[in-house]
Nanobody
Framework: QVQLVESGGGLVQPGGSLRLSCAAS????????MSWYRQVPGKERELVAY????????NYADSMKGRFTISRDNTKNAVYLQMNSLKPEDTAVYYC?????????????WGQGTQVTVSS
């Protein structure tokens, strides 16, 4: 079955950096667009960044542009999120998502999430 496993979260001081990883298995990874989302209690899950299946296209939420970088390694079935200049408002559970559309049908899978806490 499909598994997405996030890692790399933790506690970091404001201005610090973290690199999240998401390891995928059970799917043809190179066929899926990959995204990072985040969620805080009481709020909707929001898109952080997206990378196309071949890594040639990326998109970021406005508040993350210039601070976060999404990348992927299709040889390792992994997607990454480098987060720099972290702020307390970046505190959230971060999830990776794999998605593709095949003949009009959408397929999406989520990881279990990893907690990121930005605090002094």
């Amino acid at each position: 079955q499909v598994q997405l496993v996030e890692s790399g979260g933790g506690l970091v001081q404001p201005g610090g950096s973290l690199r999240l990883s998401c390891a995928a298995s059970g799917l043809t990874f190179s066929s899926y667009g990959m995204s990072w989302y985040r969620q805080v209690p009481g709020k909707e899950r929001e898109l952080v960044a997206y990378i196309s299946s071949d890594g040639g296209s990326t998109n970021y939420a406005d508040s993350m542009k210039g601070r976060f970088t999404i990348s992927r390694d299709n040889t390792k079935n992994a997607v990454y999120l480098q987060m720099n200049s972290l702020k307390p408002e970046d505190t959230a559970v971060y999830y990776c998502k794999a998605a593709r559309v095949v003949r009009g049908s959408g397929y999406a899978y989520w990881g279990q999430g990893t907690q990121v806490t930005v605090s002094s």
